[in-house]
């Protein structure tokens, strides 16, 4: 059956057995674009198995050898940017230009990771026992990092490609093995970045990607004994899985409300430039300011602006006149403003909308939609009580909450249930650091938009956002643990 992609296991790519398929819904054409195999739990028990033979063998692997692999499938998944950006573009309408950013941005991650995990991956150390109190010179401790197993990968629909070698690199490098569960929108997308290691040559078994239903599947994988290790990014499902999983480390990032404070003495075209392209924007860390804006589907987003009152006239008048040159249109020509994922998204985001509307909110633009195009939207004079002002869109919709004081902001910005990141914009650096120190998120960013790039930088959640610190490093050594070797009497 040529219609249906096939999944990967043992180094073979295989048709389900279940003779069902799982569509893929075009989210600007909203017709089935592409059909991916629906796995069955007998698959998946499979893979598993597979899956832990292989990484006994890895873990054998010199480290060297384990890069050099890893160097190799970046370079040819970076020569395959194309076909595999036309995929995004078809089942997540990310515009064009943003696709291929997203996977040369894969690339240069997973060549990250080979030269990052045989520098840390080599290191180890060396302790002796007098130093603790009570004790002789009898003993040396000597620790190594090994690696987990099997480690679980789920990524989102956002930045299918990326957000999965962003697992897979630091697994494989510290000599674990992967199974892939890729998100349904952008599943093709995965499939074909998984064909650019198996070019690579690695093992067969080592890395997996199983497609299927949720319903089906999901907590199946999630809870299957065969997991040494979850990384998740996406939403609310990562809460679910925290709670199902074993007694496994878990990475969960799952989104935020970043808010954006603006002082008195901002440079306020500069805020203006970072809202358009923190608020609006899908992605992506190489384009220019004005030229990363689309859709807001970015768990990094500013998602309220928390601007002092005396200012806000200025700053909204400045934002409104960027929206109006946002080019809203299909992913393919490269539009800044595209349909979100899937109509259900829409029609979320225009429940929000509504909502804030009926509570006296001032629509600075008029609401437009068409399918899952939603035409983006400035919401001036937002309070608490609407749903806006806490809720995480996830599509081009951006609230503004006029303060009166700095501690105003602050609250606002700790009384939500996320911590993901927040920005803070003022000439006054000391300030700054200050009301940083105040905002309880993994991350600020003074004077510049939020965003989890570049992808060696530590990047991390608190409260509903998440749990463990990601970045390059951060999940090399999430995915590895200690042992230690003490020899007696030496
Ligand atoms: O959606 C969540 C991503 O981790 C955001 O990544 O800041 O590079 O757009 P980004």
């Not at 440079?267 to 860390?285: H, M, Q, R, W």
């Amino acid at each position: 059956d040529g219609d249906v992609f096939k999944y990967y296991t043992d180094g073979e790519w295989k048709k389900s057995a279940s003779g069902k398929s799982v569509a893929i819904i075009n989210p600007t054409t909203r017709t089935t674009q592409y059909k991916v195999q629906a796995c069955t739990q007998e698959e998946v028990n499979k893979v598993m198995e597979s899956s832990k033979i292989a990484q006994k063998q890895w873990a054998k692997t010199p480290l060297w050898k384990r890069a050099e692999l890893l160097h190799k499938a970046a370079a040819i998944l970076k020569e395959h940017k194309a076909p595999i950006a036309e995929c995004l573009v078809k089942e997540i309408a990310k515009p064009a230009k943003d696709s291929v950013t997203e996977v040369v941005r894969s690339g240069d991650l997973i060549s990250y990771c080979a030269e990052e995990g045989v520098r840390i991956l080599g290191e180890g150390k060396f302790l002796v026992s007098d130093s603790f109190p009570g004790n002789e010179r009898t003993k040396y401790c000597l620790t190594s990092k090994i690696p987990l197993g099997v480690v679980l990968a789920i990524p989102p629909f956002n930045y299918p490609v990326n957000l999965a070698v962003s697992k897979i690199g630091p697994a494989l490098i510290a000599g674990n093995s992967l199974v892939l569960k890729p998100p349904t929108q952008g599943a093709v997308a995965c499939l074909h970045m998984v064909q650019c290691f198996h070019l690579a040559g690695f093992p067969k078994g080592l890395i997996s990607c199983v497609t299927g239903k949720g319903s089906e599947i999901g907590d199946f994988l999630t809870m299957h004994p065969g997991v040494n290790c979850i990384s998740f990014t996406g939403g609310d499902t990562g809460v679910a899985i925290s709670k199902k999983a074993g007694m496994v480390p878990l990475q969960m990032e799952l989104g935020g409300k970043d808010a954006c404070i603006v002082l008195e003495d901002a440079d306020l075209d500069l805020v203006a430039a970072n809202i358009i392209k923190g608020g609006f924007s899908y992605s992506c860390v190489k384009r220019k300011l004005i030229g990363s804006v689309y859709s807001g589907q970015r768990c990094t987003a500013v998602k309220v602006v928390l601007v002092m009152e005396s200012v806000a006239d200025a700053l909204v008048e400045k934002v409104n006149a960027k929206v109006a040159k946002l080019k809203v249109g299909p992913p393919e020509e490269d539009c800044d403003i595209t349909p979100v994922v899937s109509e259900s998204s829409a029609n979320f985001i225009e429940g929000l909308a509504k909502d804030a509307k009926t509570k006296g909110a001032t629509f600075c633009q008029e609401y437009k939609r068409e399918g899952n195009l939603i035409w983006p939207l400035l919401l001036d004079n937002v309070r608490p009580d609407m749903r806006i002002a806490w809720e995480e869109p996830f599509g081009p919709i951006v609230p503004v909450i006029r303060i009166n004081s700095i501690e105003e902001g602050i609250h606002h910005c700790n009384a939500s249930n996320f911590g993901l990141q927040g920005c803070v914009f003022t000439k006054d650096i000391n300030k700054a650091i200050l009301i940083s120190d105040a905002m309880e998120t993994g991350t600020v960013q003074i004077n510049s938009a939020p965003a989890r790039g570049p992808d060696h930088f530590p990047f991390q959640d608190l409260k509903d956002s998440g749990i463990r610190s990601q970045g390059i490093t951060n999940n090399i050594n999430m995915m590895m643990k200690i042992k230690s070797t003490i020899p007696l009497g030496v």
